[in-house]
């Protein structure tokens, strides 16, 4: 990965949605909407808070999550699309139905 996200900015690649219904419709890419999940890539340091300490960001690299459809900026490396997102533009992090059992 040749970007490094400063402060409380994310690196996350878009997880494609399936292209065809469960009945067996292909969608078209013009017909289909941006998925609005992703992968984190990168995470930087964090946000320096008014009294100088650094805010952690609680997502880390490998961790799925969810942002809004219009979040972030998109940028292109080496042919890959990537989104820049700050921290609070994630809605949401996907767990796996494994980690959720463990939790409860």
């Not at 067996?24 to 992703?38: L, M, R, W, Y």
């Not at 490396?77 to 989104?83: F, N, S």
């Amino acid at each position: 990965m040749k970007l490094r996200p400063l402060n409380d900015r994310i690196i996350v690649k878009r997880i494609e949605a399936s292209r065809t219904t469960a009945s067996g419709i292909v969608i078209p890419d013009t017909a289909s909407e941006k998925p609005v999940q992703g992968e984190v890539i990168a995470v930087g340091p964090g946000k320096t808070l008014d009294n100088g300490n650094l805010r952690v960001p609680a997502v880390k690299a490998g961790d799925r999550v969810l942002f809004s459809t219009y979040a972030g900026q998109t940028v292109k490396l080496d042919g890959e699309e990537y989104l820049v997102v700050r921290e609070d533009e994630v809605l949401a992090i996907i767990e796996a139905a494994a980690d959720l059992k463990k939790a409860a």
